[in-house]
């Protein structure tokens, strides 16, 4: 595979969390900024299971749900987490009945 070299600017805070990332993952900065933005190009793989209850001073219920390999999780307020498996029920049921479209 070619490569080839990009130069970025960031704030001095963002190049301190890439390179600690990095260092955590083993690789090297320019390696790990090259993942994250390959993938940041690529189609998400889902994955919306696996939530999460907490409950923290300040936070209050939520819920949290990793929603793509790779990507950062949601966290919901407890409400919002029933609203959503509600409004997704429903969803599904309705998806069901529905005929094949042509």
Do not use: C, F, N
């Not at 969390?17 to 993942?35: F, P």
């Not at 889902?46 to 923290?56: E, F, G, Q, V």
Request: proline share 8%; charged share 25%; aromatic share 2%.
């Amino acid at each position: 595979m070619k490569s080839a070299a990009i130069s970025v600017r960031v704030g001095p805070e963002l190049k301190e969390d890439l390179e600690a990332s990095a260092k955590r993952e083993g690789r090297t900065l320019a390696a790990y900024v090259g993942r994250v933005l390959a993938l940041h190009q690529m189609l998400p793989a889902w994955i919306l299971r696996d939530a999460h209850p907490s409950h923290r001073e300040g936070h209050g219920p939520r819920v949290t749900l990793p929603v793509a390999e790779g990507w950062p999780v949601a966290s919901i307020t407890a409400d919002h987490a029933e609203s959503l498996g509600r409004q997704l029920i429903e969803a599904a049921k309705i998806a069901k009945s529905l005929p094949p479209a042509e």
